[in-house]
T-cell receptor, first 114, second 115 residues
Framework: KAGVTQTPRYLIKTRGQQVTLSCSPISGHRSVSWYQQTPGQGLQFLFEYFSETQRNKGNFPGRFSGRQFSNSRSEMNVSTLELGDSALYLCASRHPQGKNNEQFFGPGTRLTVL | AQSVAQPEDQVNVAEGNPLTVKCTYS??????LFWYVQYPNRGLQFLLKYITGDNLVKGSYGFEAEFNKSQTSFHLKKPSALVSDSALYFC?????????????FGKGTHLIIQP
């Protein structure tokens, strides 16, 4: 079974631009979560989607948004990029049976904002 | 709010020696606890989880974790360290909220195994 895939793997943008990142979960997984990883703040939860609905959201500004499609693939968008948005963005999927099952992470998208 | 703390930024261990990576937790209700590992330029990999039951949980790659309710700790251990165990280790707890997902992570501990 294929793992969680994220595209693109690397991205360079300039301040003020917007960016869209994509995540394809493991087949059969309907829960998708997004995280931001930076050296200073560590791993922080962005949001979680289940069956095309956002169920939970972390403490990030409204410039960060996401959505989930009927095939469970998810995208996150960051508008009006700032230098501080440079980070590794990780996506994770989880099997719906059992809230406390482990999450499976993709390799991440490394975003650099210049 | 659910939280975990990893008090050590870095742990250095000689190859072949036992290792411990520390984690303490603060949760309401029954704790559900996870350990993940991250190798350079990679995503996180699941190591093990504590849901309920035995206080010693066995996981991947020979790792185990000891749950201690009185000390609110969930330390990661391995009897004999390998150089290939060198990585960044995260302790995590599910965020509160019925039915919703999302993990709260500790700040991470760099484990360095010296040959």
């Amino acid at each position: 079974k294929a793992g969680v895939t994220q595209t693109p793997r690397y991205l360079i943008k300039t301040r003020g631009q917007q960016v869209t990142l994509s995540c394809s979960p493991i087949s059969g997984h309907r829960s998708v979560s997004w995280y931001q990883q930076t050296p200073g703040q560590g791993l922080q939860f962005l949001f979680e989607y289940f069956s095309e609905t956002q169920r939970n959201k972390g403490n990030f500004p409204g410039r960060f948004s996401g959505r989930q499609f009927s095939n469970s693939r998810s995208e996150m968008n960051v508008s009006t990029l700032e230098l501080g948005d440079s980070a590794l963005y990780l996506c994770a999927s989880r099997h719906p049976q059992g809230k406390n099952n482990e999450q499976f992470f993709g390799p991440g998208t490394r975003l650099t904002v210049l | 709010a659910q939280s975990v703390a990893q008090p050590e930024d870095q742990v250095n261990v000689a190859e072949g020696n036992p290792l411990t990576v520390k984690c303490t937790y603060s949760v309401s209700g029954n704790p559900y606890l996870f350990w993940y590992v991250q190798y350079p330029n990679r995503g996180l990999q699941f190591l093990l989880k504590y849901i309920t039951g035995d206080n010693l949980v066995k996981g991947s790659y020979g790792f185990e974790a000891e749950f201690n309710k009185s000390q609110t700790s969930f330390h990661l251990k391995k009897p004999s360290a390998l150089v290939s165990d060198s990585a960044l280790y995260f302790c995590a707890v599910p965020q509160a909220g019925g039915g919703a997902d999302g993990l709260t992570f500790g700040k991470g501990t760099h484990l360095i195994i010296q040959p």
